[in-house]
């Protein structure tokens, strides 16, 4: 029984065995699932669905969330287009100005929510519509496709069988187990998400980590993005508009809390390994394409619906 229940508490041995049947399940339903090709291919979109998710997940931990994150993403995208393409900067220089961009960014939301008290919803909503303005009225519809080559190494190469992208992914996310688990700065932000009131009466600037937080959700989704330019080879200003249920779908289904104060690095990678799956899965299986919306939201609403269950059977255990 004592097993049964660390199984049942346990968020990251769920979230595992999940992905497990998963990957099993398709194996034998098609024969081609694992294909070398397919195979990286699916890491490639799984380590670009886990650093989508990691932006929105640093803000879900403290207790907001990043409507913006896809907009943020079509930012850092045409800056890295326009500074390879327009000024003539070398990729690690435009991806450099793309990272900024995106820290940027993620500051004025932190700044407003912050230092005006609005809340994170309604100020990333509106920073989401002024963002994207911005993409479009910059590149004016237009995409940079003079990319360079080596530009590409990262989205487009494999090492041992799996995408570049993929070893990138894991080591983000090695740092980021570390920072929550092992650091001063991590474990505030935790404690913020956790309960505001009792963390800033505890003596932890509230606002610093919120206003940290944004930052660093901004320079992930512009990571994602500078990662996005090197595997498609061009500069797209319609980046991004399809992150935001991504971001949130992985984070959830991962085990980010969504009233903050729990994130799992292990969980991330998991989350993404089940969404990607699922989506590779329907297309390999002639599933109708059209339903993908809805099986995603399914899949967000279980997520929740067991993530309920979970603290339920907690809360009967410690009567």
């Known amino acids: ?119 994170s919803f309604v100020t990333t909503l509106a920073t989401l519509f002024v963002f994207t303005g911005l993409v479009h009225g910059f590149s004016e519809g237009y995409a940079y496709t003079e990319i360079p080559r080596g530009f590409t190494f990262l989205g487009r190469q494999k090492f041992l069988g799996l995408s570049n992208l993929f070893w990138v992914m894991a080591l983000v996310l090695l740092v980021t187990h570390y920072m929550f688990r092992h650091t001063v700065f991590g474990r505030r932000l935790l404690a913020t998400g956790g309960n505001l009131e009792a963390a800033r009466l505890s003596g932890i600037n509230t606002n610093r980590m919120l206003l940290s937080s944004h930052i660093l959700s901004g320079g992930l989704a512009a990571l994602a993005a500078v990662l996005w330019v090197s595997r498609m080879g061009s500069a797209q200003p319609a980046t991004g508009k399809d992150w935001l249920i991504t971001s949130f ?51 967000i609403l279980l997520a929740v619906v067991v993530s309920r269950l979970r603290d339920m059977y907690d809360e009967r255990l410690k009567r």
Do not use: H
């Open 1 to 119: 029984m004592g097993n049964l229940d660390s199984l049942v508490r346990n968020k990251d041995a769920g979230i595992a065995f999940s992905a497990l049947l998963l990957f099993v399940g398709f194996s034998l339903s098609s024969e081609s699932f694992l294909s070398a090709y397919n195979l990286f291919n699916i890491s490639r979109i799984i380590a670009f669905s886990a650093f989508v998710a990691l932006a929105q997940a640093v803000v879900l931990v403290a207790g907001g969330m990043n409507l913006s994150v896809g907009a943020i993403g079509g930012l850092a995208t045409i800056a890295t287009g326009y500074g390879i393409q327009v000024l003539g900067l070398p990729g690690w220089l435009a991806g450099s100005l793309a990272l900024a961009i995106g820290c940027t960014a993620g500051l004025l939301n932190g700044l407003i929510i912050t230092r005006l008290k609005i809340n």
């Open 249 to 299: 779908a992985v984070a959830i289904v991962g085990g980010t809390g969504l009233a903050g104060g729990s994130i799992s690095a292990l969980g991330l990678l998991m989350g993404a390994f089940i969404i990607v799956l699922i989506k590779n899965g329907l297309v390999l299986l002639e599933a109708n394409v059209y339903y993908e919306q809805a099986f995603l939201g399914s899949i």
